[in-house]
């Protein structure tokens, strides 16, 4: 059992760095913690980073989680070939670049990169962004799936992910007691869904619809609630169609024993039970 | 003689809209806003939004068909505030046996503020034996107050004191009153007319707000701003146009002060001291941070 602890970061290439900057920082909210020749390390709470983008392709895109330590990687590792997933040892180069200890790599059963780190690094000095959009964390990830079925057992069963609720098949997965880690979405090919960051109230989201709207920054999905998890969201695009998500009020599990996953029926009042429509985003296909 | 420590009003406890389409604005309070429609007497048509009898009405009625009712605390109050009225120059008399039966009160002083809006001063607003059951599910918990139109700010500052009402804050020259333990249930915004600006309604949470904010998107009715936060009173708002330009607004989460003794504030009139978050009134030039004159408009 691969033990995932917290996601760490979100890996993004993108051709334009300048524009990836501007809009982390003018729109988003991140703040700048580091400038590479051809990467941009980008900060939203006390970690040193959580979203890296290098230039390069925007479909290279990957995700680290965080576990326990250097054993319980080679344990990872181990377990990871006995299933035949081919994984890639971190070179000490590469786990610089990533901010890490040590780390692997492989690809989970749609495709998607994923990097199980150990100790990643934490910054002395407090997230200080130049927008005030109100950000506590990068907190989830959509992840993109071709069968949701079989990667809601890859992860369940092959690591320590539960489902917190099921919109249809698609399975709300935590790894902690957070309500969801992982979002599973069903789609064509691998890819990152989406990018959370959980900011402290309803006031920040309000305020970054307005905010983000009046600099004609599409707004895809928002805001609104969604009944599942009770987490007020907006859905905005950035570069290179990336999707990022503010939220806020996202439950906790504190009865990890007892919790049995709901189900809720794939419509959109599942969604949002305000009632905003998506617009631009694809909601994923239930059946 | 009443008790010194003891307030004059006790509530705003009812509007009476006259409308040009009674039929079409009543549809609009049900079918749309969410309130409970009850009786219809004399053409007034009357609607329910918690365990008053009603707290709204629509009627076609333009000469005795609009007004503001606030509720006296008792009946030496209403003696007490006929003769300040009168002390301070504004004109009143007792209803008529008739125009309380209309009004659903057992006696009232009809009355004005110096820019003209009438004012009813009633005494035991009617209650009713039936809890609140809309046909809609809007979340409304309870009618919460009024905007008014004022042609006369310093007039109608003199009148709503001399009523009791204390102003707890200044965004510009908008004063929101305050008649009890909350921040206000009356508030001024100058303009070029006299008349109701809108009838708020309390519901339970945010998420009211923000489902009826997309249902009247769905159903193509003017939002004339929000959602929004004002941060004066930390009230969430979203104000909605029906025909002939009613503005009714749902509200929640306004501050309460419950008694604390606290000093007026003054806010410089900008978006950000009407809006928190960022919305913004585009026509309604008493809720928009720049106060634009009728002719202004008329010319742009």
Redesign the interface.
């Known amino acids: 059992m691969i033990n995932l602890k917290d996601v760490s970061y979100v890996r993004l290439g993108s051709p334009d760095l300048e524009a990836a900057e501007t809009f982390a920082t003018g729109c988003l909210g991140l703040e700048v913690a580091e400038r590479g020749r051809k990467s941009i390390y980008l900060r939203s709470d006390e970690r040193s980073h959580t979203l890296c983008y290098s230039e390069g392709d925007p479909k290279d895109q990957s995700v680290g989680f965080e576990v326990e330590d250097e054993e319980a990687l080679q344990q990872a590792a181990a377990s990871l070939e006995a299933l035949k997933h081919h994984v890639r040892a971190g070179s000490a180069e590469d786990a610089e670049k990533r901010k890490v200890k040590a780390f692997i790599g492989f690809d989970d059963p749609s495709g998607n990169h994923i990097e199980l780190v150990v100790r990643p690094e934490r910054s002395g000095r407090r997230y200080f962004p130049t927008r005030d959009a109100g950000i506590t964390g990068f907190s989830h990830i959509g992840l993109n799936s071709t069968n949701p079925a079989r990667d809601e057992r890859f992860w369940t069963q092959v690591c320590n992910a539960r489902v917190s609720d099921r919109i249809g098949d698609i399975p709300l997965m935590r790894v902690n007691s957070i309500h969801h880690t992982i979002a599973l979405v069903r789609a064509p090919r691998a890819g990152i869904q989406h990018v959370n960051h959980q900011v402290q109230t ?2 920040d989201v ?2 970054s ?3 983000l709207s ?1 600099r004609r920054v599409p707004i895809v999905f928002g ?3 969604h009944p599942t998890s009770g987490a ?1 969201f907006l859905y905005f695009k950035g570069p290179d169609g990336m999707v990022f998500e503010y939220s806020v009020g996202v439950d906790e599990i504190d009865d990890e024993g007892t919790h049995r996953a709901r189900q809720f029926g794939f419509e959109p009042t599942s969604f949002c ?4 429509k998506p617009a631009g985003l694809a909601l994923p296909d239930g059946r | 003689m009443m008790p010194s420590n003891t307030p004059l009003l006790a509530s705003v406890c009812y509007v009476r809209i006259a409308a040009r389409e009674p039929l079409a604005s009543a549809r609009f309070a049900s079918e749309i806003f969410g309130l409970q429609r009850v009786a219809e007497h004399d053409g007034e048509i009357a609607f329910r939004s918690d365990n008053r009898f009603r707290t709204l009405s629509i009627t076609g009625d333009k000469s005795d068909g609009a007004s503001v009712g606030v509720e006296a605390w008792s009946d030496a109050a209403l003696d007490e505030l006929e003769h300040l009225l009168r002390d301070n120059g504004f004109s009143n008399r007792r209803a008529s046996e008739e125009e309380c039966r209309k009004r659903h009160v057992q006696a009232a002083l009809l009355t004005h503020d110096a820019s003209g809006n009438p004012v009813d001063v009633v005494t035991r607003p009617t209650q009713s034996g039936r809890r609140y059951f809309p046909s809609r599910d809007a979340g409304v918990t309870q009618f919460h107050g009024v905007g008014l139109r004022s042609k006369e700010p310093a007039g109608d500052l003199k009148f709503w004191s001399t009523l009791g009402a204390e102003v707890s804050d200044w965004v510009g020259d908008i004063a929101y009153l305050r008649i009890d333990g909350l921040h206000h249930r009356i508030a001024l915004y100058p303009s070029t007319r006299a008349g109701l600006l809108y009838a708020a309604f309390e519901v339970e949470t ?2 009211n707000i ?2 009826s ?3 009247m998107q ?1 159903h193509q009715v003017k939002i004339v701003q929000g ?3 004002q941060p004066v009173s930390q009230q969430i708002f979203l104000h909605v146009e029906g025909p002939d330009g009613i503005i009714l607004s749902y509200v929640n989460g306004m501050e309460c002060l419950d008694g604390q003794a606290r000093r007026t504030r003054q806010f410089p009139r900008t978006s950000e001291s009407l809006c ?4 913004e009134s585009n026509d309604v030039p008493e809720l928009s941070a720049q106060l634009r004159s009728e002719r202004s408009r008329r010319e742009q």
């Open positions: 309803n006031d309000l305020r619809f307005y905010f009046e805001p609104g609630r007020r039970m305000w009632g905003a | 945010l998420d923000m489902q904010s997309y249902f769905e959602p929004g936060r928190a978050w960022g919305s």
